[in-house]
């Protein structure tokens, strides 16, 4: 029987579908960070590596517009309630309906973007000029089509989450970085630098093509007999009226980094490549154990049926679970980025001629990231049970607010404030990511305090918190000395890495147990066959 009119599948669990967008985001991210080493071994700090990561923000902003988080966010409550009122056939017509609509405005998006690009360039790399600004033009308009593609991909994650198949969604831009890293071997060493970017952005738009590749099939066979047509119906207009105020706040990251990177263009060459080296770190926990996490809620949150007293318990139960696991990985992850940030960038970036410098460079930007570590990742699960109340002006308020600070507070640790130190203007760039995780704690403390008022407290035991810290810092206290001891014998950055790196995880998880703080490990052990 077609699974359009089967509804026999067992909703998975929390735990376990956020396991599954854990792995498959942690392939994809080992990818990406291998991608990012052959990057730096070849780009380095340049100004073609500034050129690369600006220029792909533009083609970017069209994913985030139509992609991943805004149209998972506003399509799957919707899709997920429809199923789970068992109207599978009206769920299968708006998967449809929404597919023949993102064609048609991402096809008209990339056709407009590709004609503006020199206009576009000035409103994310103003202080970009002559050959570089020439250089990012070329990059952005071989990007677009790929974003294009990209989106579609988005909207095959959006049924396949509903579905409860995790898995394939966040693992297919494995392909995408094996594409570049094909690229790099390819050409690399053979063409200058100019031409070899090119060749690696082509790399980008081959793999965002096999993106969409590989989870069509498997979309297919849920929605199968497809009729792909325009429906202007009720469900469809609920997912349109979702729509704007959640790219607003889903999207807060990206205009955040939009920002970001619009001031590091003024700061000199490497501002906008050391942000974008510190961003790949840094997201790395937040998608592991931010976004899998939430993305695994947010259709189990949207099924929940009932009166508004079981809606809100159920939501509280399965939130103060969630926020428990967060805080259980997100912890250890920001005290190793300010802590062992240097081991962390010299192990995956140190290469060719990207040198010590750059590595402390981009440390001292990793480091401003972790003060806001904790409250977007957590943050992200709090809008995620705002949209399965179909509230979504409630985040996007926040979020606009997170923005606007972000901005002025950005702007004046970014430019008058090293020149008020006397310090040169490229550290400005610590200033943007510090300004920036203190905007997210303001946007986050506004989500939990809303609400709470809408559903009841959610628990967040202080004390717990309190000996996740502790045993993260004594931990990083041991590494930081092991470091201090390697630092005169061992000259391979990389088995620096994984010596400190190595002690410093299993102290944490040591630690956590013996604190009374290391139930998820449990969990996670369990899940994979070893007994606790």
Same mark, same amino acid.
């Given at each position: 029987?077609?699974?359009?009119?089967? !509804?026999?599948?067992?909703?998975?669990?929390?735990?376990?579908?956020?396991?599954?967008?854990?792995?498959?985001?942690?392939?994809?991210?080992?990818?990406?960070?291998?991608?990012?080493?052959?990057?730096?071994?070849?780009?380095?700090? #340049?100004?073609?590596?500034?050129?690369?990561?600006?220029?792909?923000?533009?083609?970017?902003?069209?994913?985030?517009?139509?992609?991943?988080? %805004?149209?998972?966010?506003?399509?799957?409550?919707?899709?997920?309630?429809?199923?789970?009122?068992?109207?599978?056939?009206?769920?299968?017509?708006?998967?449809?309906?929404?597919?023949?609509?993102?064609?048609?405005?991402?096809?008209?998006?990339?056709?407009?973007?590709?004609?503006?690009?020199?206009?576009?360039?000035?409103?994310?790399?103003?202080?970009?000029?002559?050959?570089?600004?020439?250089?990012?033009?070329?990059?952005?308009?071989?990007?677009?089509?790929?974003?294009?593609?990209?989106?579609?991909?988005?909207?095959? $994650?959006?049924?396949?989450? #509903? &579905?409860?198949?995790?898995?394939? +969604?966040?693992?297919?831009?494995?392909?995408?970085?094996?594409?570049?890293?094909?690229?790099?071997?390819?050409?690399?060493?053979?063409?200058?630098?100019?031409?070899?970017?090119?060749?690696?952005?082509?790399?980008?738009?081959?793999?965002?093509?096999?993106?969409?590749?590989?989870?069509?099939?498997?979309?297919?066979?849920?929605?199968?007999?497809?009729?792909?047509?325009?429906?202007?119906?009720?469900?469809?207009?609920?997912?349109?009226? !979702?729509?704007?105020?959640?790219?607003?706040?889903?999207?807060?990251?990206?205009?955040?980094?939009?920002?970001?990177?619009?001031?590091? =263009?003024?700061?000199?060459?490497?501002?906008?490549?050391?942000? #974008?080296?510190?961003?790949?770190?840094?997201? /790395?926990?937040?998608?592991?154990?931010?976004? #899998?996490?939430?993305?695994?809620?947010?259709?189990?949150?949207?099924?929940?049926?009932?009166?508004?007293?079981?809606?809100?318990?159920?939501?509280?139960?399965?939130?103060?679970?969630?926020?428990?696991?967060?805080?259980?990985?997100?912890?250890? =992850?920001?005290?190793?980025? /300010?802590?062992?940030?240097?081991?962390? *960038?010299?192990?995956?970036?140190?290469?060719? *001629?990207?040198?010590?410098?750059? *590595?402390?460079?981009?440390?001292?930007?990793?480091?401003?990231?972790? %003060?806001?570590?904790?409250?977007?990742?957590?943050?992200?699960?709090?809008?995620?049970?705002?949209?399965?109340?179909?509230?979504?002006?409630?985040?996007?308020?926040?979020?606009?607010?997170? %923005?606007?600070?972000?901005?002025?507070?950005?702007?004046?640790?970014?430019?008058?404030?090293?020149?008020?130190?006397?310090?040169?203007?490229?550290?400005?760039? *610590?200033?943007?990511?510090?300004?920036?995780?203190?905007?997210?704690? %303001?946007?986050?403390?506004?989500?939990?305090?809303?609400?709470?008022?809408?559903?009841?407290?959610?628990?967040?035991?202080?004390?717990?918190?309190?000996?996740?810290?502790?045993?993260?810092?004594?931990?990083?206290?041991?590494?930081?000395? /092991?470091?201090?001891?390697?630092? +005169? &014998?061992? &000259?391979?950055?990389? $088995?620096?890495?994984?010596?400190?790196?190595?002690?410093?995880?299993?102290?944490?998880?040591?630690?956590?147990?013996?604190?009374?703080?290391?139930?998820?490990?449990?969990?996670?052990?369990?899940?994979?066959?070893?007994?606790?």
């Amino acid at each position: 029987m077609s699974e359009r009119t089967n !509804n026999a599948q067992p909703a998975s669990g929390g735990r376990g579908s956020a396991a599954m967008v854990a792995a498959g985001i942690l392939l994809s991210r080992i990818t990406g960070l291998i991608s990012f080493r052959v990057f730096a071994h070849y780009f380095g700090n #340049s100004d073609a590596a500034d050129c690369f990561r600006a220029g792909f923000r533009i083609p970017n902003f069209l994913q985030n517009l139509f992609g991943e988080g %805004v149209l998972s966010a506003s399509f799957i409550p919707v899709y997920a309630r429809l199923r789970a009122e068992g109207r599978h056939e009206e769920a299968s017509r708006l998967a449809e309906a929404i597919f023949a609509i993102l064609f048609l405005a991402t096809a008209l998006l990339v056709a407009i973007g590709v004609t503006i690009t020199p206009w576009l360039i000035d409103l994310i790399a103003p202080g970009f000029h002559g050959e570089k600004r020439q250089l990012t033009i070329t990059l952005v308009r071989i990007f677009f089509p790929g974003a294009g593609f990209l989106v579609f991909s988005a909207w095959c $994650l959006g049924i396949l989450n #509903s &579905h409860r198949k995790f898995f394939l +969604p966040y693992v297919t831009p494995v392909l995408s970085n094996l594409a570049m890293i094909a690229a790099f071997f390819w050409r690399g060493g053979a063409v200058p630098a100019e031409a070899l970017v090119k060749i690696v952005a082509w790399g980008s738009v081959v793999g965002s093509v096999l993106q969409f590749g590989v989870q069509l099939p498997v979309v297919l066979r849920f929605l199968w007999p497809v009729t792909v047509r325009l429906n202007a119906g009720e469900h469809v207009r609920a997912v349109a009226r !979702n729509f704007a105020p959640v790219f607003v706040a889903r999207g807060v990251v990206q205009i955040s980094g939009y920002i970001d990177a619009w001031l590091a =263009s003024f700061l000199g060459t490497g501002a906008v490549a050391a942000i #974008s080296y510190a961003q790949t770190l840094y997201l /790395l926990p937040v998608s592991l154990f931010g976004m #899998s996490v939430s993305a695994a809620e947010l259709p189990e949150m949207s099924s929940a049926l009932g009166t508004a007293e079981e809606i809100g318990l159920a939501l509280r139960t399965r939130m103060a679970r969630a926020l428990s696991q967060i805080a259980f990985f997100v912890v250890p =992850s920001g005290v190793a980025f /300010l802590a062992l940030g240097d081991v962390i *960038v010299a192990t995956i970036y140190k290469t060719g *001629v990207f040198g010590a410098r750059d *590595v402390t460079y981009v440390w001292a930007v990793l480091a401003g990231s972790t %003060v806001g570590l904790l409250a977007q990742t957590s943050g992200r699960l709090f809008s995620s049970a705002f949209y399965a109340l179909r509230d979504t002006r409630t985040p996007r308020n926040f979020a606009l607010i997170r %923005v606007a600070l972000t901005f002025g507070l950005g702007y004046l640790a970014a430019l008058p404030l090293p020149r008020m130190l006397g310090v040169d203007p490229r550290w400005g760039v *610590v200033g943007l990511t510090l300004t920036a995780g203190i905007a997210g704690w %303001v946007e986050f403390s506004l989500l939990r305090w809303s609400l709470q008022k809408r559903i009841g407290r959610v628990e967040y035991p202080l004390d717990r918190l309190a000996r996740l810290w502790l045993a993260a810092l004594l931990a990083a206290a041991a590494g930081f000395a /092991l470091k201090m001891a390697l630092h +005169p &014998h061992v &000259h391979s950055s990389v $088995l620096t890495g994984v010596l400190v790196l190595g002690v410093y995880g299993t102290l944490y998880l040591a630690l956590t147990r013996l604190l009374g703080v290391g139930e998820h490990l449990d969990g996670v052990l369990r899940r994979i066959g070893i007994r606790a």
